[in-house]
């Protein structure tokens, strides 16, 4: 089983960066991506990545703004975010899974075995 531990979220103005990080128990062989969900709303496919070749993708809300990386010695995926929005408030989660890249991409949920707990983003206006 594959551990994941999100970190790195808190409170920022509009405008500002944070980096995310997720720890995983096991890195090599899955795709890692980034979700967010807020109140009220479905959750949201932010970026991945393929810890085979290192393919990225991101979701058009974020395309510019975020930038997704592994470090495969330290187990761990980032998520920097920039020139962040209040709308870009949500929890964050990282996922990951060993289906095929097409299918991870495709943000659904049941595509991936491995879910961290996530963590806070809150942007203020």
């Known amino acids: 089983e594959v551990q994941l531990v999100e970190s790195g979220g808190g409170l920022v103005q509009a405008g500002g960066s944070l980096r995310l990080s997720c720890a995983t128990s096991?890195?090599?062989?899955?795709?890692i991506c980034w979700f967010r969900q807020a109140p009220g709303k479905e959750r949201e496919g932010v970026a991945c990545?393929?810890?085979?070749?290192?393919?990225?993708y991101y979701a058009d809300s974020v395309k510019g703004r975020f930038t997704i990386s592994s470090d495969i010695a330290k187990g761990t995926v980032y998520l920097q975010m920039n020139n962040l929005k209040p709308e870009d408030s949500a929890v964050y989660l990282c996922a990951a899974s060993g289906t095929s890249w097409y299918l991870v991409v495709s943000f659904k949920s049941y595509e991936f075995d491995y879910w961290g707990q996530g963590t806070q983003v809150t942007v203020s206006s």
């Open positions: 096991e890195l090599e062989n899955y795709a």
């Open positions: 990545i393929s810890t085979i070749d290192g393919s990225t």
